[in-house]
């Protein structure tokens, strides 16, 4: 068949611009080419399809077998005939026949254009996925675009991603256009192109917006431990560092509060406790539930399990509204934890000091 500079010159330009390789596209049509022989011949397992990469010219080869008795005109050629044709070739050697149809042309090009936009669109959801992919696990920002039902649609730059009712802190509404937070959970590959998981309610979120607002933790400076979380209501976070020097706390605190309140703000005025993280499971214990003040605390480490005594003044405080501050406490420590007042244990109660 006669060249076709034009789908080279085409191909090229795609590759350029699109940084999808002339030899994978060529390689597409030509299978493509052949799924198309297969109608006209019936099978296609000895039919070649080969296009000059330097012409464009597209031909197909039959594959047939040099037999002394033809049985399949398909597969094979009468020696005699062969001999005609292939002069150098013997019996068993396999020769290739040009049959390329008459008006293949149309076909090919035809074939070449849809390869070609297919391939396009496989590409660029391929780019678009990796690029979403590198994000997994991280905080993106996303604009609000409208309720479906009790779901969320947000466009998150290229794509958009649905916020389901599960992902969402129970009360936040937003408006059209308001820009938010969201963490992403997963990214996954589809035909439709990368759909992605995000959310509001996950711990790591936390964790993220502290990475983000503070030098110290996106350094590695100051190391966050662990993250207990009931998203829009309270978090526990406790924090450690290795340096003299810094007060990690004090870090995440920032000055007058601004960095904690930054992030704050963002959930929607969420209360974050920021405690020191303890090697010694007493005292991250006793730390962990902060605000409250702790008598002490008695650990059984192989059962993963804390009794902990709390002056009477303080049981309420200790245990928190709907016992949320002993929950977020044993997550956030990992320990089954009982909180008991002085007199339940049959100590004199510590009498609560006299605000001035």
């Not at 109608?39 to 197909?60: E, F, L, Q």
């Not at 090919?108 to 996925?129: D, S, T, W």
């Amino acid at each position: 068949m006669k060249g076709n500079s034009e789908l080279i010159e085409a191909l090229n330009q795609i590759e350029k611009e699109k940084s999808i390789s002339k030899e994978i596209l060529l390689e597409a049509i030509e299978n493509s080419l052949m799924a198309a022989c297969k109608n006209h011949y019936g099978k296609s397992d000895n039919i070649k399809v080969n296009i000059d990469r330097n012409t464009g010219s597209v031909t197909v080869y039959a594959e047939r077998e040099i037999v002394e008795v033809v049985e399949d005109p398909v597969t094979q050629i009468d020696a005699i005939e062969a001999k005609v044709k292939f002069p150098k070739n013997e019996i068993g050697d396999i020769v290739q026949i040009e049959v390329t149809p008459k008006n293949f042309g149309r076909i090919a090009a035809q074939k070449a254009k849809q390869v070609v936009v297919q391939k396009i669109r496989e590409e660029e959801r391929k780019v678009l996925y990796e690029q979403y992919f590198s994000m997994e696990k991280d905080v993106v920002t996303g604009v609000v675009q409208r309720y479906v039902g009790n779901n969320i649609s947000v466009n998150l730059g290229k794509v958009d991603a649905v916020l389901t009712e599960n992902e969402q802190v129970h009360g936040e509404r937003f408006r059209p256009t308001e820009r938010i937070k969201l963490y992403i959970v997963e990214v996954k590959d589809t035909t439709k192109g990368p759909k992605i998981t995000v959310s509001r309610t996950h711990p790591e979120l936390v964790k993220r917006l502290f990475e983000a607002e503070v030098t110290e933790v996106k350094d590695g400076t100051v190391e966050i431990k662990s993250i207990a979380r009931e998203a829009g209501s309270r978090t526990k976070m406790a924090v450690w560092t290795q340096e003299p020097d810094v007060d990690p706390v004090g870090a995440c605190v920032g000055m007058n509060g601004a960095r904690v309140n930054a992030i704050v703000e963002e959930l929607r005025g969420e209360k974050i406790d920021i405690i020191t993280w303890s090697e010694d499971p007493a005292v991250l214990i006793e730390n962990a539930l902060s605000p409250a003040k702790v008598v002490s605390v008695n650990v059984n480490p192989d059962e993963k399990s804390a009794e902990v005594v709390v002056p009477d003044y303080q049981l309420s405080l200790a245990i928190g509204k709907e016992g949320q501050n002993a929950r977020l406490a044993a997550r956030l420590t990992n320990y089954k934890i009982d909180i008991k007042s002085e007199s339940q244990v049959g100590l004199t109660p510590t009498e609560a000091p006299v605000e001035e």
